[in-house]
């Protein structure tokens, strides 16, 4: 869809700049065409540039028909980036749930122009916008492959960022096979399974389902494993995750590189859930390296993994404006800065008067009384 403000705010302004230029200022003929053909060419150069963005934000939106929610959508929108492809089927761009709205984004590439059509698809969405990020351990068997990933990701985020004007909640999303001898324990439906949730204030994971109270999970393990042999192995099992998100995942997030900010997630959801896992992935060859844990390999028995929607209602956004909101600003500051030149205008010509003025009385006291005509026509 077009959005003409952009391109008529440029015209405003450059009619006000012509104006000022001409009635208020004087800077001489030549210099004043020379300025207006320098403004034209420049305002001329502006209007194509917005048009291309345009045309690219079109593309965009065509590339995305229906994977948008309505202008109107007052639910959260997430930007599902990583390793997306287990949250969503293969032509699937998007999952609307009763809490929110996924939208799958395929490429770091993909990210800044989703970003920027959405923007101008409905602006009144960028204060619900969010950015997950999907990490599948057990998916991954190269150091490397996830290092230049990440880097990618934080860069296509720090130019989102740029692109939107705000900072957008950040959060990461693990799935992890459960372990083998919590299954029984563990055993819900698919659409009740629990959630370990994190946030950036927090010192302890709470455990959480859908449509539940969430509980500290020091006080959910003895009631739900109950056997301490099972809980005694349960808690090794997630100290082993924390250990491979502090010392593999989270250094990849604020490793200093030019041009990829650094991303710290203000939230973190722990998905226990069987995963089609690779040979010698990151997470078993972790769990060689550090721990005597049995290795376990899985296969994902449900076609697309759990959303986390138990966290959409406790991200934080920062106030966003509404486009009509933002046009009035962009208005009223280029007005403001008209009125302002205008006043430099009066005030450089009040100046030249006054000037004018006490030249011509120094004129006026230095001729002679006689004859007195001369005297006399001059004053009058």
């Given at each position: 869809?077009?959005?003409?403000?952009?391109?008529?705010?440029?015209?405003?302004?450059?009619?006000?700049?012509?104006?000022?230029?001409?009635?208020?200022?004087?800077?001489?003929?030549?210099?004043?065409?020379?300025?207006?053909?320098?403004?034209?060419?420049?305002?001329?150069?502006?209007?194509?540039?917005?048009?291309?963005?345009?045309?690219?934000?079109?593309?965009?939106e065509h590339d995305y028909t229906g994977a948008f929610?309505?202008?109107?959508?007052?639910?959260?929108?997430?930007?599902?980036?990583?390793?997306?492809?287990?949250?969503?089927?293969?032509?699937?761009?998007?999952?609307?749930?009763?809490?929110?709205?996924?939208?799958?984004?395929?490429?770091?590439?993909?990210?800044?122009?989703l970003i920027a059509a959405l923007v101008e698809y409905?602006?009144?969405?960028?204060?619900?916008?969010?950015?997950?990020?999907?990490?599948?351990?057990?998916?991954?068997?190269?150091?490397?492959?996830?290092?230049?990933?990440?880097?990618?990701?934080?860069?296509?985020?720090?130019?989102?960022?740029?692109?939107?004007?705000?900072?957008?909640?950040?959060?990461?999303?693990?799935?992890?096979?459960?372990?083998?001898?919590?299954?029984?324990?563990?055993?819900?439906?698919?659409?009740?399974?629990?959630?370990?949730?994190?946030?950036?204030?927090?010192?302890?994971?709470?455990?959480?389902?859908e449509g539940t109270m969430s509980v500290p999970y020091?006080?959910?393990?003895?009631?739900?494993?109950?056997?301490?042999?099972?809980?005694?192995?349960?808690?090794?099992?997630?100290?082993?995750?924390?250990?491979?998100?502090?010392?593999?995942?989270?250094?990849?997030?604020?490793?200093?590189?030019?041009?990829?900010?650094?991303?710290?997630?203000?939230?973190?959801?722990?998905?226990?859930?069987?995963?089609?896992?690779?040979?010698?992935?990151?997470?078993?060859?972790?769990?060689?390296?550090?721990?005597?844990?049995?290795?376990?390999?899985?296969?994902?028995?449900?076609?697309?993994?759990?959303?986390?929607?138990?966290?959409?209602?406790?991200?934080?956004?920062?106030?966003?404006?509404?486009?009509?909101?933002?046009?009035?600003?962009?208005?009223?500051?280029?007005?403001?800065?008209?009125?302002?030149?205008?006043?430099?205008?009066?005030?450089?010509?009040?100046?030249?008067?006054?000037?004018?003025?006490?030249?011509?009385?120094?004129?006026?006291?230095?001729?002679?009384?006689?004859?007195?005509?001369?005297?006399?026509?001059?004053?009058?």
């Amino acid at each position: 869809m077009q959005n003409p403000i952009k391109p008529c705010l440029t015209l405003f302004a450059t009619g006000l700049f012509l104006w000022l230029l001409w009635g208020f200022w004087s800077l001489g003929q030549s210099v004043s065409i020379f300025v207006s053909v320098f403004v034209l060419v420049l305002t001329g150069g502006m209007l194509f540039w917005q048009y291309k963005q345009q045309r690219q934000v079109l593309s965009t939106e065509h590339d995305y028909t229906g994977a948008f929610p309505a202008d109107n959508y007052q639910g959260p929108v997430i930007l599902v980036c990583g390793q997306s492809q287990a949250l969503f089927l293969d032509a699937q761009l998007h999952r609307e749930t009763n809490q929110g709205w996924y939208i799958r984004v395929s490429a770091p590439t993909e990210l800044v122009k989703l970003i920027a059509a959405l923007v101008e698809y409905a602006p009144s969405l960028s204060g619900h916008l969010s950015l997950l990020y999907v990490v599948l351990p057990e998916q991954l068997t190269q150091q490397e492959t996830l290092t230049q990933a990440l880097l990618n990701w934080r860069r296509a985020i720090g130019e989102g960022r740029q692109k939107i004007g705000a900072k957008l909640p950040f959060w990461v999303t693990v799935y992890l096979s459960k372990p083998h001898h919590a299954d029984t324990a563990m055993h819900v439906d698919d659409e009740h399974t629990p959630w370990m949730t994190l946030l950036s204030h927090q010192t302890e994971f709470q455990v959480e389902q859908e449509g539940t109270m969430s509980v500290p999970y020091s006080v959910w393990l003895p009631t739900h494993i109950g056997q301490s042999e099972q809980s005694l192995q349960f808690s090794l099992w997630l100290d082993t995750l924390q250990s491979w998100l502090n010392q593999v995942l989270v250094p990849q997030f604020i490793l200093p590189q030019a041009g990829a900010p650094k991303q710290i997630p203000s939230a973190w959801a722990i998905q226990w859930i069987d995963i089609t896992s690779q040979p010698n992935n990151l997470w078993q060859q972790f769990i060689q390296e550090k721990t005597m844990l049995p290795l376990y390999s899985s296969i994902q028995t449900t076609d697309l993994l759990p959303l986390p929607d138990v966290m959409l209602r406790r991200l934080h956004h920062d106030i966003s404006l509404s486009r009509t909101e933002r046009t009035l600003g962009a208005i009223g500051i280029i007005f403001g800065v008209f009125l302002i030149g205008t006043l430099i205008g009066s005030y450089y010509h009040n100046q030249q008067l006054i000037r004018h003025i006490g030249e011509d009385i120094a004129r006026f006291s230095q001729l002679s009384d006689t004859p007195l005509a001369p005297k006399q026509t001059a004053y009058q």
